[in-house]
């Protein structure tokens, strides 16, 4: 293996990825006995697991609720305890937290505009009211736990952003310098020996802690719980109920929800279908779904865990364009994910899609990479989940047919916490109540949407083979990148 040194010549067409490849076998060996399953699912109780009915039948209600996602969930919860009262029914088309509610890494971050540069590039004069709302909401995420008696593994250790790469180490030195000039002592600079005491990986060059801003939790778990509660409080849930179309007849100011067995009837309506195709026309072309892939370790040993340090069990994500996240669970297993981020023509979302063997094998050359000490170490798990991407990078929100229907998609893989932001959102604008949510700019505009096939495959494919090139070239932006870029327009994961 070469010596750390190799890290700092940086040579230009290699990542350090390339440069510390560890053997074959050892990833043959890891990957051997690894079941394609989603471990937060299978990590759920029996009780947790429990089936619900599917829809049959007609129900009325004062709110209809399409998604039984974080999303849906969180604005289930969210009304019942605004309106006790109120007649809440939540239809989702297969099971509570299946798709990427129960699939994700579990990062809850405070951000709702995918980070502060991202922020600051499209709603600058609105970014400190943007930054504290997401504060206050992930707060409100955390309270959950012990106002609404919920235990889904909550953690409020932050996370740290590391450099790779030697050119990163600028980045990093950008980031600490602008939190200081707000005055933000939450963000603290490591530098390469401070950052590999606190987390043994070789690769790690140094880092920023973002120790307030950030919490890990249980994906599929926040999802039982809100689901529990939302019962507990009286809303009506049906699974395997999927949602045909969706009908509000001018007569009788009502909106109408339409599966194969049966129909809601309620006063309100939200479309919480994150990735999936929306029932509304207008937002057809807003969201692409993106493929990304996740590799759970077994449980370390206490030498394993010894040997790697993480005490302090951070979040943690590297700075190249193609990233890779990872994270500690409560039975000291190693999530590792990332990297991949794969678009199919035409934007559907297919299971045979999750099964990709090349992106497996390439997360587990690269976690051995990170972690050469744990040779040895095998993978319990692989799974892939479809992300909502949209242009902007975050959530946007809206209304329609007369304001009876509400909508929030393309969270773009940071809606762990923005879900419940999106929730309030919603839910203020189906009750016409004027909030300083809704009076931003972020909330009020709407993204560009992607082109229709084939222009969206080809401008996809080539935004991210430029996105791979900056990696390879000290970060480097192209001129489809840069042009992008003073656009407002991407593509990210």
């Not at 697991?49 to 969210?78: C, M, N, Q, S």
């Amino acid at each position: 293996m070469e010596s750390h040194d190799s890290n700092r010549s940086d040579p230009v067409g290699t990542t350090v990825f390339e440069r510390r490849l560890p053997p074959a076998s050892v990833i043959a060996h890891s990957l051997e006995h690894t079941v394609h399953s989603v471990f937060w699912l299978d990590d759920l109780s029996a009780e947790a697991k429990a089936v619900r009915p599917k829809l049959a039948g007609e129900r009325v209600a004062d709110l209809a609720i399409v998604g039984g996602g974080y999303t849906g969930l969180w604005t289930a919860v969210l009304a019942k305890r605004r309106n006790p009262n109120a007649r809440v029914v939540l239809v989702e088309a297969k099971t509570i937290g299946w798709a990427a509610s129960g699939r994700n890494g579990g990062f809850c971050e405070a951000s709702l505009t995918h980070g502060r540069e991202n922020g600051l590039a499209r709603w600058p004069k609105e970014l400190d009211t943007l930054d504290r709302l997401g504060l206050e909401n992930l707060d409100a995420i955390g309270a959950a736990e012990a106002e609404l008696g919920m235990d889904f593994e909550f953690e409020r250790n932050g996370s740290l952003d590391v450099a790779v790469e030697p050119h990163q180490v600028e980045w990093l030195h950008e980031t600490a310098a602008d939190a200081a000039a707000r005055g933000d002592d939450t963000v603290r600079l490591l530098d390469e020996h401070e950052v590999q005491a606190s987390v043994a990986s070789p690769t790690y060059l140094g880092a920023v802690w973002h120790t307030r801003t950030s919490a890990l939790l249980h994906p599929a778990k926040l999802a039982a719980e809100l689901a529990r509660v939302a019962e507990e409080l009286g809303v009506e849930i049906f699974e395997q109920s999927p949602v045909r179309r969706i009908e509000t007849p001018g007569s009788t100011g009502a909106v109408e929800l339409v599966t194969g067995g049966g129909s809601v009837v309620a006063a309100r309506a939200v479309l919480a279908t994150n990735v999936f195709p929306s029932l509304l026309k207008r937002n057809t072309l807003m969201t692409v779904p993106v493929y990304d892939y996740v590799l759970m370790t077994e449980p370390l040993s206490a030498e394993q865990l010894h040997s790697i340090g993480w005490a302090d069990r951070q979040g943690i994500g590297d700075m190249a364009n193609q990233f890779h996240y990872s994270r500690m669970t409560r039975d000291n297993r190693i999530l590792y994910g990332g990297y991949d981020a794969i678009y199919h023509y035409g934007g559907r979302v297919r299971g045979q899609y999750e099964e990709r063997a090349e992106s497996y094998e390439r997360l587990a050359s690269h976690f051995f990479t990170t972690f050469p000490q744990l040779e040895g170490l095998r993978f319990s798990h692989r799974w892939a989940g479809a992300i909502d991407t949209s242009t902007r990078f975050c959530a946007f929100y809206g209304t329609a047919r007369d304001d009876r229907v509400a909508y929030a998609a393309g969270f773009t893989g940071l809606g762990v916490a923005a879900t419940r932001f999106a929730a309030e959102v919603m839910l203020d604008r189906l009750e016409h109540r004027e909030t300083e949510r809704l009076s931003l700019q972020m909330v009020r505009e709407r993204p560009l949407p992607f082109p229709p096939e084939p222009a969206a495959a080809l401008g996809i494919n080539a935004t991210r083979w430029s996105l791979d090139r900056a990696d390879h070239n000290r970060g480097r932006r192209n001129l489809l990148l840069k042009t992008l870029d003073a656009l407002g327009l991407g593509f990210d994961s």
